[in-house]
C-alpha cells in the first residue's frame, strides 16, 4: 500500500520523484501500446465477442478511480426495475468471488464480494447480482435466472462480452486522468473511444418484456 501511495503522489505532482516519473513514463507507454492493441484486436475481430440473448448496458470509465459508476447503476437499477428482471454483472475488485450469484448466499460479507456490488446487494432486493471475473458466464446464469437486461459494472474494459449500449462516466475534475495512461497517469483506455461506440439495438429498453 505504501507504494501504491507514494506512486499516487507522484501521479498528483505532490511529490518531484523526477527519476522516478521517467521510469513510470516508460511504464506507461508500455501500457498504453498494450491497450491500443487489445482494442484494434477487438474491432478487427481477432477477438471474439460473446453476444447474449438479451441487452447489455455497460457502465464503464476511461480511468482508474471512481467516476460514479455504482450511485448511476444503483439508479438504473430503481429506476428499470419495473420495465423487467435486471441483473447487475461486476468482476468483484479485491473480492475472493468467484461466479457469485449474491442472492443465492445464505451469509454475505463486502470481504467475499467487494464493497461496491455488495452496497447494489443490499440497496436493489429485486435485481440479481452476479460477481466474478468471467462475466460472460454470469451474463449466462443471468438469463436462466430469467433477467430482461443485464447492466455490465466497469464494463468498458470487458469487451469479450457485447453490450448494446455504452455509458461512460467522466471524471469532472480530470476528464483525461492527467494526460498519461497507468501507472504514470490514471487513464486505463483511449479517451478516442468516447468519439466511437457500438450500434445500440432500436428500442433498447422499450423491448424488455
Known sequence: MYIETYVKE????????????????GLSTLFKAGVRLRNA????????????????????NIIAGGTGKTPLIKK?????????????????YRSEANALHLQSLRTLTPQMCGDEPYLLF????????????????????????????????????????H?????VMLHAEDLYGKGFYLPRGYL????????????????LLSRMP
Request: net charge positive; glycine share 8%.
Open 10 to 25: 507522484i501521479i498528483e505532482d505532490e511529490k518531484k520523484g523526477t527519476f522516478l516519473k521517467f521510469f513510470l513514463h
Open 41 to 60: 484486436a477487438f474491432d478487427r475481430r481477432l477477438f471474439k465477442k460473446t453476444k447474449v440473448s438479451i441487452p447489455v448496458v455497460s457502465i464503464g
Open 76 to 92: 438504473l437499477g430503481q429506476d428499470l426495475t419495473s420495465s423487467g428482471k435486471l441483473a447487475i454483472l461486476s468482476r468483484g
Open 122 to 161: 443490499k440497496a436493489l432486493p429485486d435485481v440479481d447480482v452476479f460477481v466474478g471475473k468471467n462475466r460472460i458466464a454470469s451474463a449466462k446464469k443471468a438469463i436462466q435466472k430469467a433477467a430482461k437486461l443485464i447492466l455490465l459494472d466497469d464494463g468498458m474494459q470487458y469487451r469479450k462480452l
Open 163 to 167: 453490450r448494446d449500449l455504452e455509458i
Open 188 to 203: 486505463r483506455d483511449s479517451p478516442c473511444l468516447l468519439y466511437t461506440s457500438p450500434s445500440p439495438r432500436d428500442g
